[in-house]
């Protein structure tokens, strides 16, 4: 990333990873998946490329470089082998989220002293968007609490949010 928020890539250009959008700018974050990338722009909106979209249009199996219709207001992302995650959002009334890619699984981290908040999901941000409560194993560990969600099937939004 340059300074002017520009991105510049290289190395194998399998499935198009290092085709960087043509006037892409305004960019803060990148992530970067086995097939894929991802890039934050100062607007908080996602721009992905690379596997995901074939030259016809057509969605193939993984869909890591379609960005979910209705994301902005993003303010980090990860990217991992076929999966991504966005943070939406900022801490101002609420515990600081941090959002880890493992294998299989996002974790997410908060401090201890948020012990009322809970974790939602969602299959998509399009309206209506249906919020439901996420069943996982939490823990406080060093003064965090810790949720680690298994990543499997179609894609997933989640918020952390006091009741």
């Given at each position: 990333?340059?300074?002017?928020?520009?991105?510049?890539?290289?190395g194998s250009n399998s499935q198009g990873k290092t085709s960087v959008p043509a006037g892409l700018s305004g960019v803060t974050a990148i992530a970067a998946g086995q097939w894929h990338t991802v890039a934050l722009k100062s607007d908080?909106?996602?721009?992905?490329?690379?596997?995901?979209k074939t030259s016809t249009g057509s969605v193939p199996e993984y869909g890591q470089s379609i960005v979910p219709e209705g994301l902005s207001g993003v303010t980090?992302?990860?990217?991992?082998h076929s999966h991504n995650a966005?943070?939406?959002?900022t801490a101002i009334f609420g515990p600081t989220v941090t959002a880890r890619l493992t294998g299989n699984?996002?974790?997410l981290l908060w401090p201890d002293s948020a012990t009322v908040y809970r974790?939602?999901?969602?299959?998509?941000l399009s309206p209506p968007i249906i919020w439901?409560?996420?069943?996982g194993s939490f823990q406080t560990d060093g003064g965090?609490?810790?949720?680690?969600?298994?990543?499997s099937g179609g894609q997933k939004f989640y918020r952390l949010i006091k009741p």
């Open positions: 990333m340059k300074r002017d928020g520009t991105l510049v890539a290289w908080g909106t996602v721009v992905a490329w690379g596997a995901g980090a992302i990860a990217a991992r966005a943070l939406l959002g699984s996002l974790t974790v939602e999901s969602a299959s998509s439901s409560d996420v069943a965090l609490i810790r949720v680690v969600l298994p990543i």
